[in-house]
Nanobody
Framework: QMRLVESGGGLVQAGASLRLSCAASGRTIVFYHMGWFRQAPGKEREFVAAINWSGGRTYYAEAVKGQFTISRDNAKNAVFLQMNSLKPEDTAVYYC???????????????????WGQGTQVTVSS
């Protein structure tokens, strides 16, 4: 069983930056593609970004391309989401997720998580 714990969320003003972290335990993330989803109030959970097991390929939702950057440190068993130029519409609970590398990851839609974190709140004020 893998446990994912997010941190780094908070309340910021529009235009600010935040860096979310996801610490994994129980299993090594080298055997998993990793990613982030978010869920805004009253909306469904949506894909934000994913990164393959080696870090060589990344995928982003159109809404965050050029604004967010996903990265991973397999040695530290951690994944990160750098969020720049934050907007009020980025307000959501952000979830870290892991998908077994037994399934290929060549498009964003192929990122189907096996494990989820509990989420961290990001609130962007205008």
């Amino acid at each position: 069983q893998m446990r994912l714990v997010e941190s780094g969320g908070g309340l910021v003003q529009a235009g600010a930056s935040l860096r979310l972290s996801c610490a994994a335990s129980g299993r090594t993330i080298v055997f998993y593609h990793m990613g982030w989803f978010r869920q805004a109030p009253g909306k469904e959970r949506e894909f934000v970004a994913a990164i393959n097991w080696s870090g060589g390929r990344t995928y982003y939702a159109e809404a965050v391309k050029g604004q967010f950057t996903i990265s991973r440190d397999n040695a530290k068993n951690a994944v990160f989401l750098q969020m720049n130029s934050l907007k009020p519409e980025d307000t959501a609970v952000y979830y870290c997720a892991a998908a077994d590398t037994a399934r290929k990851l060549t498009t964003a839609s192929e990122f189907l998580p096996d494990y989820w974190g509990q989420g961290t709140q990001v609130t962007v004020s205008s």
